[in-house]
């Protein structure tokens, strides 16, 4: 991170906040890099941030590179609405005034690499890849009650950016981060947007300079993309004994048998395509469910508790929980700085 040195460097600190309102974005998955001693103008070798020469008189600079492992555990309940469904080669039907869902849930676990480089004082971008897997929750509630637990995985790649800066104890930071990600029952790559800022104390050591403790206190913001399409096998979803199929046909029975003949005519298309999957289903044939649904959370907003720990200029550990809204989540990274060489 850019350390402020001293009381005369109010052009930084006006480049700072001007930063802040130009550049206004920043960090999800993005790491601060540790400092270097002061060097002083003419001392400064490195060829990132630019402008970083200028600033080495009286601002500690990072290593500008990193190289980030990240680990993420994370908890999300989703809300989803115009859902449409293709059961084989069957209609198309909507299905949002028919099926009563209780429980969209998903436990996602992620593992991702991340670069990342000062570009600009105060200003990091950075790129990354990882990989995800997640268990996931169905819970349908009407016309028959279903719960079936399925695991999904996939891949991902994004980048981002972020502002951030310490001054004297304080230290301020607001990222951005684009995440794009394809898995198994999705037809393309679902988009995710985060911002996140944080605010808290920077605490040195006075006997080992190289070393420091920040921790923070901030807010998260998710939105994923709306509409969201894919596929996948009725054997993922629907009970495997006989039982508990005839079980899902009788309760469809007795729903539909409980409509009024004019939301029976309405309904007919619907009624037929799933007691066709059930029979099928109680046959050992499976068909392959498409669907076309809008995803959103609720409550986007969620609260951020972490800290980061710097042993020397170029190692650091950091871990960072968010809590409350519909995205829980624990990360824990591994962090390695580097420079750019000599100019």
């Known amino acids: 991170m850019y350390v402020l040195k001293n009381s005369r460097s109010w052009n930084a600190l006006a480049l700072f906040i001007v930063a802040f309102f130009l ?25 990132l941030p630019l402008f970083g020469k200028g600033m080495a008189q009286n601002f500690d600079l990072p290593f500008p590179i990193g190289v980030n492992l990240n680990i993420i555990y994370g908890v999300q309940n989703t809300s989803i609405n115009n859902t449409l469904m293709r059961i084989g080669d069957g209609p ?3 299905i949002d005034d028919l099926v009563e869902f209780g429980k969209l849930r998903s436990d996602v676990q992620t593992v991702n690499f991340q670069l990342d480089a ?23 509630n009407s016309p028959f009650t279903l719960e079936k637990s399925y ?11 972020e502002v951030a800066g310490t001054f004297g104890p304080l230290y301020a930071g607001v990222e951005s981060n684009w995440t794009y990600t394809q898995t198994k029952f999705v037809d393309a790559h679902s988009q995710r947007y985060s911002t996140t800022f944080r605010v808290g104390p920077s605490l040195g050591f006075k006997e080992k300079p190289n070393r420091n403790l920040t921790v923070w206190l901030g807010g998260d913001h998710i939105i994923v993309e709306g509409n969201t399409s894919g596929s996948l096998s009725s054997s993922d979803v629907l009970p495997s004994t006989t039982d508990e199929i005839d079980a899902l046909q009788t309760q469809l029975d007795n729903w539909y048998a ?14 037929d395509e799933f007691s066709d999957l059930l029979n099928g289903a109680e046959a050992g044939t499976s068909e392959e469910i498409a669907y076309s649904t809008d995803r959103s959370f609720d409550s986007p907003w969620g609260l951020v508790i972490g800290g980061r720990y710097q042993f ?13 809204g519909d ?3 624990g990360q824990f990274s591994l962090i390695y700085r580097m420079g750019t060489g000599s100019k």
């Open 23 to 47: 550049f206004g974005v920043g960090k999800s998955f993005g790491q601060i890099g540790p400092a270097f001693p002061a060097t002083g103008e003419s001392d400064y070798q490195e060829a």
């Open 92 to 94: 198309e039907f909507q």
């Open 118 to 140: 000062w570009v600009l004082p105060f200003v990091n971008v950075y790129g990354m890849v990882g990989f995800s897997n997640s268990g996931n929750d169905l819970e349908i």
């Open 151 to 161: 695991s999904n995985s996939g891949s991902f790649y994004g980048f981002g950016a």
């Open 258 to 271: 409980g409509l009024s003949d004019a939301d029976q005519k309405a309904y007919q298309v619907q009624y």
């Open 312 to 324: 020397s200029q170029r190692f650091q550990v950091e871990g960072e929980a968010k809590i409350l």
């Open 327 to 329: 995205m829980s989540s």
